[in-house]
């Protein structure tokens, strides 16, 4: 099923400096998909889901929990909002 892109996406950074509690568990109001632009050992985790290392392209549902879990460099991503 192929999917129109809203907006080409972002570029962002998380600072390996960034505190963990600024990483809460939230949730957005688009479908998203996020790719990492770098090897990073982040990781990504679903609701009801185990965490896992950010490796190629992840697919997040809108209003799903979602949250990230630092890893020890920074991260960089392109996250693409999709309708």
Known sequence: MSRPYVEEGEIRTFSEDVQEFELVWHRDKEDRIVTPLQKTDWKFQLDNDIPRTIEKEIF??????????????????????IG
């Open 60 to 81: 997040i549902p809108k209003e799903t929990y979602h949250r990230l879990i630092k890893g020890t460099d920074n991260l960089k991503v392109r996250i693409k909002k």
